[in-house]
């Protein structure tokens, strides 16, 4: 199975010139995908607000991730897909579940698996202490 289906994700913060942003972040998504011989399977924009998740393009790629459509999720960065960090952390987990890897062209790929985070904020955490 390919594991380099990826789904192109684009969100301006304001009506102010917003499809222009969104025109670029979308060339820059192609592009990237492009370097790293992914094979783009869809693509879903929104103008508005990072602090929640009820948009009507992240709505569009949630419904092809639960049909199993894609491998990855391209962003030009995080603030992309949400601004708020518990907000973001629960759909973290949405995204494992459904074995989608996260990659922004500003950091390549993200893990989610939270081990490592909680292993740095608490030492010894898997040593059964």
Known sequence: MDKNRVWLYCRADSKDNSRAVLTTQKRRLERYA?????????????????????????????????????????LQNISRLCQDLDTLFQYWQVLREHNVRLCTVTNGEISLDIDPILSGIFPGIHEGR
């Open 34 to 74: 492009n370097r790293h011989s992914l094979n783009i399977v869809g693509c879903s924009s929104d103008i508005g607000s990072g602090l929640s998740l009820d948009r009507q393009g992240l709505l569009e790629f949630h419904i092809a991730m639960e049909e199993g459509q894609m491998d990855m999720l391209l």
